[in-house]
Nanobody, 115 residues
Framework: QVQLVESGGGLVQAGGSLRLSCTAS????????MGWYRQAPGKQRELVAT???????NYADSVRGRFTISRDNAKKTLYLQLNSLKPEDTAVYYC?????????WGQGTQVTVSS
C-alpha cells in the first residue's frame, strides 16, 4: 500500500493558477507510474494527467496545454501545475498510481474556480 497526501488546492478566479502537491509514503515512489485524478460534484472521478516512472506525460484533452504534471523522486512528491483555470475545473483533485490502487486514495484537495 502507498499512502498519498494531497495539498495545494484553494479558491481562485478564472484564469488563475494553482500548484498541487502529492507526497508519497513509500521510498520506492520512483518506480511507480503516477496520475492526477479529479471528481466534480455529481460526476465520476476522471483521469487528468499521468507521468511514467521515466517522466513521460499524458493529459486529458480538457486540460492539455493548461496543466503540467511533474515529479521529484528524491522528495517522493508528485506535482500538478494548473494554469488558465476555468470554472469547469472545479473538483476534488486526487493523486494515485496509474492504474490506481483502491486502498491508496487519499482525502484529495479541493480546487474551486470562480467565474
Amino acid at each position: 500500500q502507498v499512502q498519498l497526501v494531497e495539498s495545494g488546492g484553494g479558491l481562485v478566479q478564472a484564469g488563475g493558477s494553482l500548484r498541487l502537491s502529492c507526497t508519497a509514503s513509500r521510498t520506492l515512489f520512483s518506480i511507480y507510474d503516477m496520475g492526477w485524478y479529479r471528481q466534480a460534484p455529481g460526476k465520476q472521478r476522471e483521469l487528468v494527467a499521468t507521468i511514467t516512472k521515466d517522466g513521460r506525460t499524458n493529459y486529458a484533452d480538457s486540460v492539455r496545454g493548461r496543466f503540467t504534471i511533474s515529479r521529484d523522486n528524491a522528495k517522493k512528491t508528485l506535482y500538478l501545475q494548473l494554469n488558465s483555470l476555468k470554472p469547469e475545473d472545479t473538483a476534488v483533485y486526487y493523486c494515485n498510481l496509474q492504474p490506481p490502487l483502491r486502498d491508496s486514495w487519499g482525502q484529495g484537495t479541493q480546487v474551486t474556480v470562480s467565474s
